[in-house]
């Protein structure tokens, strides 16, 4: 089986380009929707321990939380600390699900692929990428979202030229639609005679 790891800044198109890949048939697993997931079971009680007052009715409120990391690296990594683990969990349960069930190829959507290491446990590793421009104007258009909330998002990711530099593939999202697909579909054209690491 051969792992494709998918990653990219914030705003530059990863979960359109995800659904790509899912469109094309691929399994994908979505590491920000296990983090959801954690924050509404497991990760609970140990969150709330270690960042009283975060938890409402069972449940980790995303703004609370948010609110006791601001500037604080040290709080960031305590929390990283907790739920990375249990998100690497939840990965090798669905590649182990994936190899008894044959899968071909599979992608991990990582977005701090780089930053956390995470690339030495995928084949390849796709990034998403657009000019700053666009993913600036792309983020900002959010709910809620200002500059400085953007700029402390981006101090925390590793730039968008690093990634780049890492990547062994690199989507364009900046173009259209079809344009990102037909660019996914070209990765996988080219990792299909690949032999992968982990052939079971």
């Known amino acids: 089986m051969l792992i494709l790891g998918l990653t990219g800044s914030i705003g ?11 469109q094309a048939g691929v399994p994908v697993h979505d590491s920000d929707a296990v ?6 079971g497991a990760a609970v009680a140990p969150v709330e321990a270690a960042f009283p007052g975060v ?6 409120d995303r703004g609370k939380l948010a609110a006791q990391l601001v500037g604080k690296p040290e709080a960031i990594k305590r929390l990283e600390a907790i739920v990375h683990p249990l998100v690497r969990a939840a990965s090798q349960r669905f590649i182990e699900v994936q190899m008894r069930r044959g899968t071909r190829i599979i992608v991990l959507d990582i977005p701090l692929l780089f930053e ?5 446990n995928v ?10 421009e666009v993913q600036r104007a792309r983020v900002l258009g959010r709910p809620g979202m200002t500059a400085e909330k953007l700029d402390a998002l981006l101090a925390r990711q590793m730039s968008d030229a690093d990634k780049r530099g890492r990547a062994h593939f690199i ?7 079809d344009s990102a697909r037909a660019q996914v579909d070209g990765i996988l054209r080219a990792v299909s005679a690949l032999p992968g690491r982990r052939i079971s």
């Open 55 to 60: 938890a409402v009715a069972g449940t980790i």
């Open 12 to 22: 530059m198109g990863k979960s359109t380009t995800a659904g790509f890949f899912r």
């Open 123 to 132: 084949d390849a590793a796709v990034v998403v990428s657009a000019p700053a």
């Open 116 to 120: 956390t290491g995470g690339e030495k």
């Open 171 to 177: 989507v364009d999202s900046s173009r259209s639609f």
């Open 35 to 40: 983090v959801h997931r954690l924050y509404e």
